[in-house]
């Protein structure tokens, strides 16, 4: 039997049947709570540490991105989300999660040039596209192709090279939007369209994905502005499921395209990524306000699986700030648009009535980022398979950032968490003959 005595610089462990004790370091970091130093645990008291789904466990040193989920806060590199979304660009970005500061005019050109020259596929990936069945997932294209990246760009995998990390993270970045559109194209029949270099990252993405060749294609500027804020908004959010994969894959020194790959499939999940695809199809079958009580009353009935899509998150126990811009960027697509989406004002009832239910304010369950994007996207004419591969393709520069601050890590080793074991031990093989 053990307990644990908090002091002012530490933690006292101690073992209540041997009568030992050990002092645990505590580490501060610049914002949030420290973190208990268990690293020569098990080495002094023969015990590992017992925290499946890692609630309690920070698992890495990390000066990319921030969040306080009590209090809603987000920022990367100590700006805040909101003021990035109002006053940056995906592209600027993308370099502060990368460099660590913003660029400056010149830096900023250099970097938007090179995503630029980085934004076409080898002609030969166009074969794996064309090898998927047609009604194949667009994410499951994405595993594959981002995956099949490693065979084809041999030159950035050394990941002991710091220029080829660089160049891989580049890549990786550039090509992520050609390989969604190319996804979307190839499920829809259409001819892939290549990027063209005198647009912006998200006006590119939207031609490559919405035009065909038989006509001329204009990007409309408001969409390709909402579409820049989706991306800022999910560029980023430390150590969640798949960014913890993707740091974990590249812990065994595997090479930068493989562990992106190890992302995109973490992120499919239906409570991670997918969300934002299951949100759309449960408002579509909630249909109408009157079904509203019906449903909260499913999410609160422990007996049936059934929870709010789009509600609750592991680290907010807060309005997630992400989900109040994408609130407010629905409403000037809807606007832009002339859509009238009566799904979004189902979306807002249902948050008004979720807000005011004793159930929801208990578990501090509020929208998160998913809770309205979907709505933006599917006036957007995204069909709702395409809605995590957006994700995906927004978050790929912060798993490229975070993959490159673990392997520039002097502390960094391989990730090998223990268990504790409940299984049978010590069995005596029986022959196939004597088992009843
Ligand atoms: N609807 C109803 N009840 C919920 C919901 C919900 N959406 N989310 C959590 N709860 C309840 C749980 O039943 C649990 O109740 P209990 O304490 O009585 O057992 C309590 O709140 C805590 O939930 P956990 O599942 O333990 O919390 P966890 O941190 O593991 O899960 C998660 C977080 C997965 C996001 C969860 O809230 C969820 O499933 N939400 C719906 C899916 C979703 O929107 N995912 C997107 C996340 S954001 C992103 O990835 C971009």
Known sequence: MTDTNANTKGFTLTDNSSNQSWDLPVLEGTAGPSVIDVRKLYAQTDCFTYDPGFTSTGSCESKITYIDGEEGILMHRGYSIEELAE??????????????????????????????????????????????????????????????????????????????????????????????????????????????????????????????????????????????????????????????????????????????????????????????????KMLQEIGHKDRIPEFIQRAKDKDDPFRLMGFGHRVYKNYDPRAAVMRTSCHEVLAELGVEDPLLELAMELEKVALSDPYFAEKKLFPNVDFYSGIILKAMNFPTSMFTVLFALARTVGWVAQWKEMIEDPNQKISRPRQLYTGNTGRKYPNLSDRS
Request: with cysteine; hydrophobic share 45%.
């Open 87 to 280: 006053k940056s660009d995906f592209m600027e970005v993308c370099y502060l999660l990368l460099h660590g500061e913003l660029p400056n005019v010149a830096e900023k050109k250099t970097f938007e040039n090179s995503i630029t020259y980085h934004t076409m596929l080898h002609e030969q990936m166009m074969n794996f596209f064309r090898g998927f069945r047609r009604d194949s997932h667009p994410m499951a294209i994405m595993v594959g192709v981002v995956g099949a990246m490693s065979a084809f760009y041999h030159d950035s995998t050394d990941i002991s090279d710091p220029h080829q990390r660089m160049v891989a993270s580049h890549r990786l970045i550039a090509k992520m939007p050609t390989i969604a559109a190319n996804a979307y194209k190839y499920s829809v029949g259409q001819p892939f369209v290549y990027p063209r270099n005198n647009l912006n990252y998200a006006e590119n993405f939207l031609m490559m994905t919405f035009s065909v060749p038989a006509e001329d294609y204009v990007v409309n500027p408001v969409l390709a502005r909402a579409m820049d804020r989706i991306f800022i908004l999910h560029a980023d959010h430390e150590q969640n499921a798949s960014t913890s994969t993707v740091r974990i894959a590249g812990s065994s020194g595997a090479n930068p395209f493989a562990c992106i790959a190890a992302g995109i499939a973490s992120l499919w999940g239906p409570a991670h990524g997918g969300a934002n695809e299951a949100v759309l």
